[in-house]
């Protein structure tokens, strides 16, 4: 869904802007994968906080994008993203108490 919208005519005016969403966007699921593989769960939590993170940087990457008139409608991505957010932080809390 990301790469759909970033894909929009108006972000060949900034290329940057377009790379940046797009790597935040695989860095939440790489930090996941990544965690996933580490010896400890301390590990594995520290990466899903990396990975709340990259999904702050892309909400934020795409406010930005919205100020620009990059894109118009980004409503079902938004929502989306909150979504992403309240999974991962109960995750995260399953996690923490979990042994």
């Known amino acids: 869904m990301i790469y ?3 894909d929009q005519g108006t972000f060949s005016k900034d290329f940057g802007l377009k790379d940046q969403i797009r790597r935040a966007a695989v860095s939440v699921m790489s930090n996941i994968a990544e965690g996933a593989s580490r010896n400890s769960k301390k590990e594995f939590i520290q990466f899903l906080h ?6 702050a940087e892309l909400e934020t990457q795409i406010y930005i994008a919205k ?6 409608d980004s409503s079902e991505v938004e929502e989306l993203l909150e979504k992403l957010r309240r999974k991962l932080l ?10």
């Open 50 to 55: 990396i990975s709340l993170g990259s999904l």
């Open 90 to 99: 109960n995750f995260i809390k399953y996690q923490k108490t979990s042994r």
């Open 67 to 72: 100020r620009l008139k990059f894109i118009t």
């Open 4 to 6: 759909d919208l970033s």
